[in-house]
Each structure stands twice: as C-alpha cells, then as structure tokens.
C-alpha cells in the first residue's frame, strides 16, 4: 500500500470535493439518501461548530484520492468521545488503506485524550457489508442496532387521514429552526433529557446541559448552512415543553428530508404524544415542499414505542445500522 494519509483544509475547495466525491462513491451502493448532496456539504463540512472539531483526512496514491477519514471530537461535552469514519474508493479495497485512515483517527483522538472510539456501519436488513468485517477487524464492538426506515411521501398519504389523535389537552406548537422565546428554556430541559432517555445500548454517552445560548447557537448554525429544521413541541397546560419531534429539510434539496429528535417527557408519555408530533412535522413538511419524496429516519430496534409509532406513519426498514465502539 503506497498511499499517503494527510489532513484536508476543507476551504480548499478542490480537495474537499474530491473528498466528498471518495464518500459519495463509497457509499453509492446503499438505499435511500446514504450521502449529502455537495451543495450542501460544500457549506457544511467548514461551517465552524463550536460543539465539535472535525479534521478531514485522505489517503492519496500520487495525485488521486483513493480514500477519506473524518475524525469528529465532540468540545462541549462527552470529552473522553470521537466518532470515526472512513471511505475507500471500491477498487482499493482490502489493501489496508481503510486501516491506514482509521490509525490516523486514533492518533489524533488519544491526541486529544480521547478514550472512547465510535464508528457507524451501515447493512442491508439481514445482510452484511464490508464494513462489519472491517470494524470487528480492528476491534469494534456493536455497540446497539438500529433500524434505518424510509417513508414514502404516497404512503403517508395513504394513511394519514386514518390516523388522528387527540393530545389530551397537550397545544402542539410549531416552528421553523428558531424555537419561540417563551417555550425556549422549557425545550432546553427536554433536550437535556435526551440521551437518557433515549435508547442507545451499550454506547458511552453523557447527558449533556442545553442553556438558552447554546440552543440559539446551535439553530444560528442550521440557518447558516440553509437548514430548516421543522420542529412540533408538545406543550403541556402548565406551560412545560412535554415533547419534541423535528424534521430537517435543506434548501438544496426539498426532495429528501430526516426525521431528527423525537422525545416525550417521561411524565407526560401515555398520551399518544409522540404520534401527535410526528403528524404535526410531516403535515407541516409536506405542506412546505410539495415536492417531497422521502423521509428518513432511525432507531434502535429495541425501542417499541418509537417503531410503533413509526410502523402506523407507514415508514419501512431499508438498513440496519450498527453503532461500534471500541475503547482506546
Ligand atoms: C469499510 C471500508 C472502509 C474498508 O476499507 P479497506 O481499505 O478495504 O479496509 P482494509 O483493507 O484496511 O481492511 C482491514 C481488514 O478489515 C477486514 N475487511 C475489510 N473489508 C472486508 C470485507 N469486504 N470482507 C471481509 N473482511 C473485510 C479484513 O480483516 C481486512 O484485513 P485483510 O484484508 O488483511 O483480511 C470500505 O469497505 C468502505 O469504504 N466501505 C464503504 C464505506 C463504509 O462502510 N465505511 C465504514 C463506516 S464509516
């Protein structure tokens, strides 16, 4: 293997095109929207994020880029994290360069005092993909499995005046991106919820904190990058956020939209909540983008209320993800 690893600067424009084409063709082989549309990367991937500081990698063969690495260090909270991935050109498989990419991401992650390694591999249901041998190979653990769902936007129709809830004196209020001063503390709260409440097997995550400043930061950034996040909070009559549900949608792309978070208080579940919210979002998506062919979604299989929910929306498995870790 005669490749060179190097990081990328992602304001060169050439480099990092070349990069995202390395992960766009890698990946070209999945269901579903498996890699971001480069209108969008081209924003993203240098957009500064004061929650992580990502480093772009390549493995370069002369002058063609025959792989690309992403080393991702979480710097608000979940300082002993980083999240892995890598991507090699289909015809330089099996030659160690996926390996070389991975050794560079460790060096940096024990670097920076890093302890605990994450990575995603992605299956058909009841498949495999080469990704599987290669984490277990350079000893990954999985972590939790999760299901990949698409919904079609006829299916949704074909279902939806089927399904009505009553939020038992719950308001759903909904904005776009930027959460209205009176609920924005309240909503911080749920968030800060979110990671304990949410299923995540055996993976190593810590609750983190969500003030009012980060919350704002953190939506000035998707509208920096031209991200709508459409979100539906559940408001309880004392006032208190009891649940949250978004769909992101970006302006270079009004085909293809993800669900993001979904959450229902503990206190407040019971209440076919998480059902309302979703209907709220995905009236509200394709009443915005006409245009609208796909959702996407994830969770962990073992998360029954949330694939019910789910299942009666009309959404289908297309992958199962596997959440790797692997200690440093
Ligand atoms: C996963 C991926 C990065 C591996 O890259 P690679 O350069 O082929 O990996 P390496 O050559 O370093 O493989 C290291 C070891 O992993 C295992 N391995 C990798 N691919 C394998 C496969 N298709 N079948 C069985 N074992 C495999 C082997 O043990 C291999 O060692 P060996 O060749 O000496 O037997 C590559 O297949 C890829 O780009 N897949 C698509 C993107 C992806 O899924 N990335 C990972 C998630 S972010």
Known sequence: MAVDIEQINPRNEAALRAWWQVGHDATADRPGKPWPLWEQSRVSLHAPNPERDVTLLAAID??????????????????????????????????????????????????????TLTGEAYLPP?????????????????????????????????????????????????????????????????????????PLGDLDLEDSEWSVERIRDAEQRQVATGRHVHTALAVAPDGEVAGVSDVRVDDTDHEHAQVGITIVDPAHRGHRLGLALKLATHDLALAAYPGLLTLDTSNAEVNTHMNAVNDALGYRTIETLLELQKKL
């Open 62 to 115: 002369g002058r063609e880029m025959v792989g690309a690495g992403m080393a991702i260090l979480p710097s608000r909270d979940n300082l002993h994290l980083a999240g892995s991935a890598v991507y090699v050109d289909v015809a330089r498989r099996r030659q160690g360069i996926g390996s070389a990419l991975l050794a560079e991401v460790e060096v940096l992650a024990a670097g920076h005092g890093r302890t």
């Open 126 to 198: 009841g498949g495999t993909a080469p990704a599987e041998a290669f984490a277990a190979a350079r000893g990954f653990a999985v972590a939790s499995r999760e299901s990949i769902k698409e919904l079609t936007l006829a299916d949704y129709r074909e279902r939806r005046a089927a399904l009505t809830v009553d939020p038992s004196g719950h308001r759903i209020v909904t904005f776009d991106t930027v959460c209205p001063d009176e609920h924005v503390e309240s909503f911080g709260r749920l968030l800060g919820m979110l990671l304990s409440e949410i």
